[in-house]
């Protein structure tokens, strides 16, 4: 069994720390958030402690209640905050922060010279699936043309960092893609091939946030099996696909 941390609690925390709690393969030893709590609270309806990380020493929480690996769906900036206790602790992450800068991502990549990394802007199983797809397609015919469309609720402001994914890995910029902010959308994402005589379009909806607990939760089991090193969720894939492949 996996002993688990997860920073963050937002809508996308609370999700994802209902499917870890559930999963007998792990255990939700905590959950942090950034800002201050009260000392003694629980997530609702259990004993697992609630902690803000302002006011805090991480390392001697960690101490106390020591884990397996980190879950973060936080900021950007939490990284650097417990990088360090990564290496010193030997943790494995499994990251879904979609507004890394290089910097931040370099230090990343730097962390998988002393344990397990995983960086995904988007941890669903589906939209990874997606990207492999088009990948492929992308190959197959680099004649085509190429649209991508994202949806989500109003509220957010700027182009999902999954489209941002979508676009760098069939190397098209920015303009190809079109954003939409329409009520409380969790997230739409297509790609849509245009060929002379037809079109194709994969598509991903979100319908729940729990489907990043999901895909946290088979980036975890999977990542256990990998050696120390930075990884995407391709990576974790491309083992399924190999695997696969020897068995036929």
Same mark, same amino acid.
């Given at each position: 069994?996996?002993?688990?941390g997860?920073?963050?609690?937002?809508k996308?925390?609370?999700?994802?720390?209902q499917?870890?709690?559930?999963?007998?393969?792990?255990?939700? %030893?905590?959950v942090?958030r950034?800002s201050?709590c009260?000392d003694?609270? $629980? +997530?609702?309806?259990s004993?697992?402690p609630l902690?803000?990380?302002e006011?805090?020493?991480?390392?001697?929480w960690?101490?106390?209640?020591?884990v397996?690996a980190?879950?973060?769906?936080s900021?950007?900036?939490? #990284?650097m905050?417990y990088?360090?206790?990564l &290496?010193?602790?030997n943790?494995?992450?499994? @990251?879904a922060i979609?507004?890394? $800068?290089?910097?931040?991502?370099d230090? /990343?990549?730097?962390?998988g010279g002393?344990t397990?990394i995983? %960086?995904s802007?988007?941890? !669903?199983?589906?939209?990874?699936?997606?990207?492999m797809?088009?990948?492929? +397609?992308? @190959?197959?015919a680099p004649f085509?043309d190429v649209?991508i469309? *994202?949806?989500?609720?109003?509220?957010?402001?700027?182009i999902?960092?999954?489209a941002? &994914?979508? /676009?760098e890995s069939? *190397? +098209?910029?920015s *303009?190809?893609?079109?954003?939409?902010r #329409?009520?409380?959308i969790?997230g739409h994402?297509?790609?849509i091939?245009?060929?002379?005589?037809? $079109?194709v379009?994969?598509?991903h909806?979100s319908?729940?946030? *729990?489907a990043?607990?999901t895909g946290?939760?088979?980036?975890?089991?999977?990542l256990?099996l990998?050696?120390?090193?930075?990884?995407?969720?391709?990576?974790l894939?491309? &083992?399924k696909?190999?695997e696969?492949? !020897?068995?036929?």
């Amino acid at each position: 069994m996996i002993k688990i941390g997860l920073v963050g609690y937002g809508k996308a925390g609370h999700a994802v720390a209902q499917v870890l709690r559930d999963d007998p393969r792990f255990e939700l %030893c905590w959950v942090a958030r950034r800002s201050a709590c009260a000392d003694g609270h $629980t +997530l609702q309806g259990s004993e697992i402690p609630l902690i803000g990380l302002e006011g805090i020493s991480l390392s001697n929480w960690l101490d106390d209640h020591p884990v397996d690996a980190l879950v973060d769906f936080s900021v950007p900036e939490s #990284l650097m905050e417990y990088g360090e206790e990564l &290496k010193r602790r030997n943790m494995m992450l499994v @990251s879904a922060i979609s507004a890394y $800068t290089e910097t931040q991502l370099d230090y /990343a990549r730097s962390l998988g010279g002393y344990t397990r990394i995983l %960086c995904s802007p988007n941890i !669903t199983l589906g939209i990874n699936f997606l990207i492999m797809a088009a990948k492929l +397609l992308r @190959s197959i015919a680099p004649f085509a043309d190429v649209e991508i469309l *994202e949806q989500h609720f109003k509220e957010k402001p700027e182009i999902s960092g999954t489209a941002r &994914k979508i /676009a760098e890995s069939l *190397e +098209l910029g920015s *303009e190809k893609i079109t954003s939409l902010r #329409l009520g409380g959308i969790v997230g739409h994402h297509e790609v849509i091939f245009g060929f002379p005589y037809q $079109t194709v379009r994969l598509t991903h909806d979100s319908i729940k946030r *729990e489907a990043f607990g999901t895909g946290a939760a088979f980036a975890l089991d999977e990542l256990a099996l990998f050696d120390k090193g930075f990884y995407i969720f391709d990576d974790l894939l491309m &083992k399924k696909l190999r695997e696969q492949l !020897t068995v036929q």
